[in-house]
């Protein structure tokens, strides 16, 4: 079944303005989360990951944050442009799991508002 | 670098048809992947093969099987095609030390009558 689970299947924004997509997940033997864009009609593409034992971590106009008290990950757009909109998905990798260990939540569809 | 290729992009099968979906890769990578995406779902793992020589069963192998002919390329073959396997289906590919940043091809769609 999923372990790894979004808030929301829809999130709209406005041009300009900072978009939050969260993610939550139940198993602690998670080593790495990440996150994917899949804009329409492409494959996934990989935008950041964490380690477990990190709490934030940042790049390009992207921040992700892991909050492990609540089990819960997210992933903070900064000043969101037209070609931001996609689905996102969040996936967890369990440690040691392998080539198979990668799991994938059902996506947060994210929509910009001009 | 082309990245990850896959062929067709698009199919229609009738049910009993077989066919076999192609995927190559040109990063060198060992491990590489078959997923299949439905609407509403998320990624779900068909098989996978690890390093060259060897494959293995994910989430939901049943109705296909996996050919790793070599490093570069990975077959996903439906040898009686059914409408539950209709669905866009994605290969993957990853450095054996990190098989959570996975490259993915621009997916096959396969619709099955």
């Known amino acids: 079944g999923e372990s790894v689970g979004l808030h929301l299947p829809t999130l709209s924004v406005q041009e300009g303005d900072n978009s939050i997509i969260n993610c939550a997940y139940s198993?602690?033997?998670?080593?790495?989360f990440i996150w994917y864009k899949q804009e329409s009609g492409k494959g996934p593409q990989f935008i950041i990951d964490i380690r477990s034992n990190m709490d934030k971590r940042q790049g390009q106009r992207v921040t992700v944050l892991l909050n492990k008290t609540v089990k819960h990950l997210s992933l903070q757009i900064a000043a969101t442009q037209p070609g931001d909109s996609a689905v996102y998905f969040c996936a967890e990798n369990i440690s040691g799991g392998g080539a198979d260990g990668l799991t994938f939540g059902k996506g947060t569809h994210l929509i910009i508002q001009p | 670098n082309a990245g990850v290729t896959q062929t067709p992009k698009f199919q229609v099968l009738k049910t009993g048809q077989s066919m076999t979906l192609q995927c190559a890769q040109d990063m060198n990578h060992n491990s590489m992947y078959w997923y299949r995406q439905d609407p509403g779902m998320g990624l779900r793992l068909i098989y996978y093969?690890?390093?060259?020589?060897?494959?293995d069963k994910g989430e939901v192998p049943n109705g296909y099987n996996v050919s790793r002919l070599n490093k570069r390329e990975f077959s996903l073959r439906l040898e009686s095609a059914a409408p539950s396997q209709t669905s866009v289906y994605f290969c993957?590919?990853?450095?054996?030390?990190?098989?959570?940043?996975?490259?993915f091809g621009p997916g096959t769609r396969l619709t099955v009558t």
């Open positions: 993957a590919s990853s450095k054996a030390q990190s098989h959570y940043e996975q490259y």
């Open positions: 198993n602690s033997a998670s080593d790495y």
């Open positions: 093969s690890a390093s060259e020589g060897t494959t």
